[in-house]
């Protein structure tokens, strides 16, 4: 069966850093989604993606914060210059009709 | 926007006893309804879904209900057993093209011999 997979597992750096988190979603989905999960928290969505552009975001995906589909496989998330606040498990998503698969995370944390 | 309420945050059951969790919305335009089974530093794996136009539905151990005018839709476990163990979240999609899910808090469920 297809899954979401997610590079790195796990990323550690230094506040200011530039971060790019990747992610490959099922093949022939058309929507994509980046969420993020501080840890002991919910989940909590960032971005929605689809037909190259931004469809919706969220307050927290502010102008730090990007997402690109450089080609036909891969989906990133860039955060230009980390925070803290920037340390939790972040997730991709692909959805197939209403159905949201999750890729198995990448853990990020900044120093 | 949405918001998710999901009760209780943590839960302990007997092993063959039975789970409920439960979750309230505010959005009555979201129509749909997944619950996610989380792991210890996994995914969130989906178990089981609801569309709106849906009042019930049962998948083996799982069954999900949904109570539109009260805007609330529960998960209930039966027989339960040790690997049922894990955080459970609700959510809700919105029914715009992007569907985000809007997640409740998750509860932590601990199936106990």
């Known amino acids: 069966e297809p899954e979401v997979t997610q590079t790195p597992s796990h990323q550690v750096t230094q506040m200011g850093q530039e971060v790019i988190l990747r992610c490959v979603p099922i093949?022939?989905?058309?929507?994509f989604y980046w969420y993020r999960q501080i840890l002991g928290q919910k989940v909590e969505f960032l971005v929605s993606f689809y037909n190259n552009e931004i469809s919706e975001k969220s307050e927290i995906f502010d102008d730090q914060f990007s997402v690109e589909r450089p080609d036909g496989s891969n989906f990133t998330l860039k955060i230009r210059s980390t925070k803290l606040e920037d340390s939790a498990m972040y997730f991709c998503?692909?959805?197939?009709?209403?159905?949201?698969?999750f890729g198995p995370g990448t853990r990020l944390l900044v120093l | 926007g949405e918001n998710v309420e999901q009760h209780p945050s943590t839960l302990s059951v007997q092993e063959g006893d039975s789970a409920v969790i439960k979750c309230t919305y505010s959005?009555?335009?979201?129509?749909?309804f997944p619950w996610y089974k989380q792991e210890l530093g996994k995914r969130p794996q989906l178990i089981i879904d609801?569309?709106?136009?849906?009042g019930e539905k049962k998948d083996q151990r799982i069954a999900v209900t949904l109570n539109k005018t009260a805007k609330h839709f529960s998960l209930h476990i039966t027989e339960t057993q040790p690997e049922d163990s894990a955080v459970y979240f609700c959510?809700?999609?919105?029914?715009?093209?992007?569907?985000?899910?809007?997640f409740g808090t998750g509860t932590r469920l601990q199936v106990t011999l």
């Open positions: 959510a809700a999609s919105d029914p715009g093209t992007a569907s985000k899910l809007t």
């Open positions: 959005d009555s335009a979201s129509n749909y």
């Open positions: 093949s022939n989905h058309l929507y």
């Open positions: 609801i569309r709106s136009n849906v």
């Open positions: 998503a692909s959805r197939w009709g209403e159905t949201q698969y």
